[in-house]
């Protein structure tokens, strides 16, 4: 038997207004998540997402708002460049070091 091919499919983006209106939809239209998702072409774990991310947001659900996740994920990137900054430093030090004591 061979092999199947591996097809990479292109992330899709999808605008915030899109996203906020198919959120509306769920909410307004009586109908499932699943069937919402359906109707838009997209998957129900993806609107399934947008939905919990709205009902965190409105203070319904706990959870991490929208701005707080922005905010860890910016933390996180400074952390992990002054973390690197920090080994920089220490091996400049360490070869200064060597070099003046040779």
Not at 11 to 40: H, P, Q, Y
């Amino acid at each position: 038997m061979g092999e199947r091919p591996t097809v990479k499919r292109a992330r899709r983006r999808f605008t915030d207004e899109f996203k906020r209106d198919a959120v509306e939809l769920v909410r307004t239209s009586g109908k499932s998540i699943a069937e919402v998702a359906r109707e838009l072409g997209i998957y129900d774990s993806t609107l399934g997402n947008w939905v919990k991310a709205d009902r965190i947001d409105r203070g319904e659900q706990e959870g991490l708002t929208t701005e707080e996740r922005a905010r860890l994920r910016e933390l996180e990137r400074e952390n992990a460049r002054l973390r690197m900054e920090r080994e920089l430093l220490k091996r400049a030090v360490a070869f200064w070091v060597k070099e003046s004591t040779e």
